[in-house]
């Protein structure tokens, strides 16, 4: 709770900055509004991020290498397999978040397009009305929104696989580890060893 609390008071003030900056500005003609609306967002919200997960982030290493010592001393060498799991899905974690960092680049571009896009058209509506082009411009703007959305669409979708996996992964480390241990004969008590063991794995 402290971390997402210091995340959005951090993203509050660095998206206070960067107005207080954009108004002072005389000239910036060289950036769309899009491209300023964006820059402030994407900054904001990797702060946030940055806040709220780098302790995690920073602890992490350190967390698992202790868990997997005390996972082995419980355990015994069956200990490590747990580990193994959780090596073996980071690669795929890994790429499903570089997709969908991907993704979220390309969605800026495009959601840049559309507010300079829709900026056009509230400073020259009364040329749009007296011409008729109103319907031209719209299915232009829908055409740009319907694009965002396949890319947010894809975006989620890879997201939706690096969050749901996490969970996952805990319950198929803790399923190898104590099958492969009973099957090699070591001994377990649901009280000293399951308990811990699982909660290393966790």
Known sequence: ALNYRTGVRLRGAILTMAFKKILRLKNIKEKSLGELINICSNDGQR????????????????????????NVVILGPTGFLGSAVFILFYPAMMFASRFTAYFRRKCVAVTDERVQKMNEVLNYIKFIKMYAWVKAFSQTVQKIREEERKILERAGYFQSITVGVAPIVVVIASVVTFSVHMILGYDLTAAQVIFRGRCCLH
Request: charged share 5%.
């Open 47 to 70: 702060m946030f991020e940055a806040a709220a997960v780098g302790s995690l982030l920073a602890g992490g290493p350190i967390v698992a290498i202790l868990g997997m010592v005390y």
